[in-house]
């Protein structure tokens, strides 16, 4: 595995391993043509999870992260089995567990990190131990209502059961930390035939050269991306400009974390950054090939 490289101050960002604590407001978001909707039944079931106080604090980011828009265009109702791969601080998990209700099945996943960094060893790995009792605590389910898992400790009577993967913002991690090729092809043996992959990642201007789009900050190519999916087994269904944002240059020498909400260069330009709001993140769908 490639070395561990990320600037210090946005570790934890960089790996969605903070929760964001409230913030104060920055940037307007763009505007952005109607969306696909959740069919009635599953905007009944996501409107409470939305309202529930206990994501007071992430429900600021909703006006970027459009979490309704991402379930219908995901194409996520309640019943289904969701794997939630490198959760992170939960911020999906808080909506994904209670919306998925009691026939459903969350599996928060992280990767396999037996061979990586004592330092990524800590952060990523043991999820069965470390992450139940967050998710208890975010949502008040019972642990025998969700997974939480590690790719090397996956059971073999999940592949073929999952109905849904979602990898939200994670990608450029994956790709230059040099774990993409062993990661998807877990996630497509877990998928059920022409099961759906959905993935956020922040986006690269096409012209961007190799060195700045290799993930290293945090930026891919979208047309990187996709061959990147394709050659991994996954065709492309369809895409979104949910999460896109024309003020993002995409050019930043510290990379997409000087951006909120990490803010990474803390004061410095941080009238600017503010202003340019969160990253211009591309949405892809890609369905699993037989």
């Known amino acids: 595995m490639r070395s561990f490289r990320l600037l210090a101050p946005v570790l934890f960002a960089a790996l969605?391993?903070?929760?964001?604590?409230?913030?104060?407001a920055y940037g307007n978001p763009p505007r952005r043509a109607p969306q696909a909707a959740l069919p009635a039944a599953a905007h009944?079931?996501?409107?409470?999870?939305?309202?529930?106080?206990?994501?007071?604090?992430?429900a600021a980011r909703?006006?970027?992260?459009?979490?309704?828009?991402?379930l219908a265009f995901c194409q996520i109702e309640p019943g289904m089995r969701v794997v939630d791969y490198m959760p992170g601080g939960g911020w999906w998990t808080k909506i994904l567990v209670p919306y998925l209700g009691e026939d459903g099945r969350y599996i928060a996943l992280n990767p396999d990190?037996?061979?990586?960094?004592?330092?990524?060893?800590?952060f990523l790995g043991n999820l069965a131990t470390s992450f139940p009792a967050k998710v208890t605590g975010w949502t008040v389910t019972a642990p025998t209502r969700f997974d939480a898992l590690n790719t090397d400790g996956l059971p073999v009577a999940l592949n073929g059961s999952v109905d849904r993967v979602m990898i939200m913002r994670q990608v450029h991690n994956m790709h230059r930390l040099g774990m993409l090729f062993p990661e998807m092809a877990a996630l497509r043996r877990l998928l059920k035939p022409g099961g759906l992959l959905c993935i956020e990642e922040h986006r690269a201007k096409p012209n961007?050269?190799?060195?700045?789009?290799?993930g290293s900050k945090g930026y891919l190519r979208q047309t990187d991306m996709i061959?990147?999916?394709?050659?991994?087994?996954?065709?492309?269904?369809?895409?979104?400009?949910?999460?896109?944002?024309?003020?993002d240059s995409a050019d930043y020498p510290e990379g997409v974390w000087?951006?909120?909400?990490?803010?990474?260069l803390r004061d410095k330009d941080r009238e600017r950054y503010a202003a340019i709001g969160e990253a211009d993140r591309m949405k892809l769908l890609f369905r699993r090939r037989p």
């Open 16 to 24: 969605g391993l903070t929760v964001t604590a409230v913030l104060p």
């Open 258 to 264: 000087v951006l909120p909400p990490t803010f990474a």
């Open 44 to 58: 009944a079931a996501l409107a409470p999870v939305l309202a529930d106080p206990r994501r007071k604090d992430d």
């Open 227 to 247: 061959a990147l999916m394709q050659a991994h087994g996954f065709d492309l269904a369809a895409s979104s400009e949910i999460n896109s944002n024309p003020k």
């Open 62 to 70: 909703d006006i970027w992260r459009h979490p309704e828009a991402v």
């Open 113 to 122: 990190v037996r061979a990586a960094t004592p330092q990524l060893q800590q």
């Open 208 to 214: 961007a050269s190799a060195d700045y789009a290799d």
